[in-house]
C-alpha cells in the first residue's frame, strides 16, 4: 500500500486507499513494480496545481495500463491501453488536500480511461478536479519535494526546464497478487534511447546559456557526462551493482513519526544481538522518514524477527519488516551515509559512490 519514489530533487513516499481503490491501486504497484515509471520525468507542472509523470515517452500522450502489457492468454489481460477506474462516491475521495495522488483519466464518454500517467496535486481544495480524475492516494512524506517541484521554471508545454525525473521506484507494501502472466525484470531496465535523447538540463545546472562559447562547451559535456552517470545508475551499476544487501539485515518501514532508533532497537533486541539500528531522518530538517534499518549480529536472529514483528503495532501504527534485499537501493545509500561516504567494495575490489490520452496530452484541465 506504500510506494517511495527517489526523484532528482528528493524522496516522496505515498500511500495508497487500496480499499476503496483496488483496481487503480492494482495497476499502479504493478507499474512500480515492473519498473514502468523508472525515468519517467515530470513533463507537466502547473504551479499551485499539478506535477504530472507516469508517461514512459516523456511526451505527455503515451503510458499503458499493466493490464494491456499482460500476455494476450491472461485472464486480467486488456486490449486497450486504459481502463475504467474504479467508481468512488466524492464524498470518500477528493482532489481536496494538497499531495493526493491521482491517475490521469483521458477521452471522453465510453472512451474514458486510465493508463500509467498520474499527478499530484500541489494545492487544496481543487474540487474540479473531482469526477474528472481518480484519486486513489496521498503524499505521507516528501511535502519538501513537492514543493521544489511546484516551484521549477517550465517551458510554454508545462516541463520543467531543469530535468526533474523519477530515478527509482521502491514498493514498500503490496497487498495484492500478482495478475496471471506479470513477470517483472529482476533490476531497473536500460533506458530507451527516446528517454535519453529527451533529457535537459541537469538539475543543479544554470539555465542561461549566454556567455564564453568554450564555456558553454564545458557545461554541454558536463551535461552529457551527467546523462550517461544517470543511465548507469538507473540500471544499477553505480549503485553497489555487484553488493548484495547483507541477510542479517532488515527493513522496517510505516513507522510513527515518535518513535525512536532507540525505542524500535529495544523492541527488536529481544531476537538477538543487534550491532546497529537507524531510523532514517531527513538531512535538512531531521524528522523522521518512518522507515529503519536494523542490522544482526547473526541472520537467524534477523529471520526470527522478520517472522514475528511484521505487522506488529508499534506506537500505534502497524508496522511492515522485510529483509534489505527488498530495498536494495535504500540499503546501500544507508551504508553510503553510515560509512562517510566509503562504498563497499565491489567484486573487482574498487569501491563505488553511490549514486495517455487517446493522441493527445493527459493534462487534467484548469
Request: one cysteine or more; a negative charge; aromatic letters at 8%.
Given at each position: 500500500q506504500?510506494?517511495?519514489?527517489e526523484?532528482s530533487v528528493?524522496?516522496?513516499?505515498?500511500?495508497?486507499e487500496?480499499?476503496?481503490?483496488p483496481?487503480?491501486s492494482?495497476?499502479?504497484l504493478?507499474?512500480?513494480?515492473?519498473?514502468?515509471?523508472?525515468?519517467?520525468?515530470f513533463?507537466?507542472v502547473i504551479?499551485?496545481f499539478?506535477?504530472?509523470?507516469?508517461d514512459?515517452?516523456?511526451?505527455?500522450?503515451?503510458g499503458e495500463s499493466?493490464f494491456?502489457q499482460?500476455?494476450?492468454s491472461?485472464?486480467?489481460?486488456?486490449?486497450?491501453p486504459y481502463f475504467v477506474?474504479?467508481?468512488?462516491?466524492?464524498s470518500?475521495?477528493r482532489?481536496?488536500?494538497?499531495?493526493t495522488?491521482?491517475?490521469a483519466?483521458a477521452?471522453?464518454?465510453?472512451?474514458r480511461?486510465?493508463?500509467?500517467q498520474f499527478f499530484?496535486?500541489?494545492a487544496?481544495?481543487?474540487?474540479?478536479?473531482?469526477?474528472?480524475?481518480?484519486?486513489?492516494?496521498?503524499?505521507i512524506?516528501?511535502?519538501?519535494t513537492?514543493?521544489k517541484?511546484n516551484e521549477?521554471?517550465?517551458d510554454q508545454?508545462?516541463?520543467?526546464?531543469r530535468d526533474i525525473?523519477i530515478?527509482h521506484?521502491?514498493?514498500?507494501?503490496?497487498?495484492f497478487d500478482d495478475?496471471?502472466?506479470?513477470?517483472?525484470?529482476?533490476q531497473s531496465?536500460v533506458?530507451?534511447?527516446?528517454?535519453?535523447?529527451?533529457?535537459?538540463?541537469g538539475?543543479?545546472e544554470?539555465?542561461?546559456e549566454d556567455?564564453d562559447?568554450?564555456?558553454l562547451?564545458r557545461?554541454?559535456r558536463?551535461?552529457?557526462a551527467?546523462?550517461?552517470?544517470?543511465?548507469?545508475?538507473?540500471v544499477?551499476?553505480?549503485?553497489f551493482?555487484?553488493?548484495?544487501?547483507?541477510?542479517?539485515?532488515?527493513?522496517?518501514?510505516?513507522?510513527?513519526?515518535?518513535t525512536?532508533?532507540?525505542?524500535l532497537?529495544?523492541i527488536?533486541?529481544?531476537?538477538?544481538?543487534?550491532?546497529s539500528?537507524?531510523?532514517i531522518r531527513d538531512?535538512k530538517?531531521?524528522?523522521?522518514?518512518?522507515?529503519?534499518?536494523?542490522?544482526?549480529?547473526n541472520?537467524?536472529?534477523?529471520?526470527?524477527?522478520y517472522?514475528?514483528m511484521?505487522?506488529v503495532?508499534v506506537?500505534?501504527?502497524?508496522?511492515?519488516v522485510?529483509?534489505?534485499?527488498s530495498?536494495?537501493?535504500?540499503h546501500?545509500t544507508w551504508?553510503?551515509n553510515?560509512t562517510?561516504g566509503r562504498?563497499?567494495p565491489?567484486?573487482?575490489g574498487?569501491?563505488?559512490p553511490p549514486?495517455?490520452s487517446?493522441?493527445?496530452?493527459q493534462?487534467?484541465?484548469?
Amino acid at each position: 500500500q506504500s510506494v517511495l519514489f527517489e526523484t532528482s530533487v528528493g524522496d516522496i513516499i505515498v500511500d495508497l486507499e487500496t480499499e476503496l481503490c483496488p483496481i487503480l491501486s492494482l495497476n499502479f504497484l504493478k507499474l512500480c513494480k515492473a519498473y514502468k515509471y523508472n525515468f519517467c520525468s515530470f513533463h507537466n507542472v502547473i504551479q499551485d496545481f499539478i506535477a504530472q509523470t507516469g508517461d514512459p515517452t516523456d511526451t505527455g500522450k503515451g503510458g499503458e495500463s499493466i493490464f494491456h502489457q499482460l500476455p494476450t492468454s491472461s485472464p486480467a489481460y486488456q486490449p486497450t491501453p486504459y481502463f475504467v477506474p474504479d467508481a468512488v462516491p466524492t464524498s470518500k475521495l477528493r482532489h481536496s488536500a494538497y499531495g493526493t495522488l491521482s491517475m490521469a483519466v483521458a477521452g471522453e464518454g465510453d472512451q474514458r480511461g486510465c493508463g500509467s500517467q498520474f499527478f499530484f496535486t500541489l494545492a487544496e481544495n481543487l474540487d474540479y478536479l473531482d469526477g474528472k480524475h481518480a484519486p486513489f492516494g496521498r503524499v505521507i512524506e516528501g511535502q519538501d519535494t513537492l514543493g521544489k517541484i511546484n516551484e521549477a521554471l517550465t517551458d510554454q508545454e508545462g516541463r520543467p526546464l531543469r530535468d526533474i525525473r523519477i530515478r527509482h521506484v521502491v514498493v514498500l507494501d503490496d497487498p495484492f497478487d500478482d495478475p496471471e502472466g506479470f513477470d517483472a525484470p529482476e533490476q531497473s531496465p536500460v533506458p530507451t534511447a527516446k528517454q535519453l535523447a529527451s533529457l535537459r538540463v541537469g538539475d543543479e545546472e544554470d539555465l542561461e546559456e549566454d556567455g564564453d562559447p568554450d564555456e558553454l562547451a564545458r557545461k554541454r559535456r558536463e551535461r552529457d557526462a551527467r546523462a550517461q552517470a544517470l543511465t548507469l545508475e538507473m540500471v544499477g551499476d553505480l549503485p553497489f551493482a555487484d553488493v548484495a544487501p547483507p541477510e542479517n539485515v532488515l527493513f522496517v518501514c510505516k513507522l510513527n513519526a515518535v518513535t525512536t532508533s532507540e525505542d524500535l532497537e529495544l523492541i527488536f533486541s529481544r531476537f538477538g544481538e543487534i550491532l546497529s539500528c537507524e531510523i532514517i531522518r531527513d538531512q535538512k530538517t531531521q524528522d523522521s522518514l518512518q522507515y529503519a534499518f536494523i542490522e544482526f549480529r547473526n541472520r537467524e536472529d534477523a529471520e526470527r524477527a522478520y517472522l514475528k514483528m511484521d505487522n506488529v503495532l508499534v506506537d500505534d501504527r502497524r508496522i511492515h519488516v522485510d529483509f534489505s534485499q527488498s530495498v536494495s537501493k535504500l540499503h546501500d545509500t544507508w551504508v553510503y551515509n553510515r560509512t562517510g561516504g566509503r562504498a563497499p567494495p565491489n567484486k573487482s575490489g574498487r569501491s563505488q559512490p553511490p549514486s495517455q490520452s487517446h493522441g493527445s496530452r493527459q493534462r487534467p484541465p484548469h
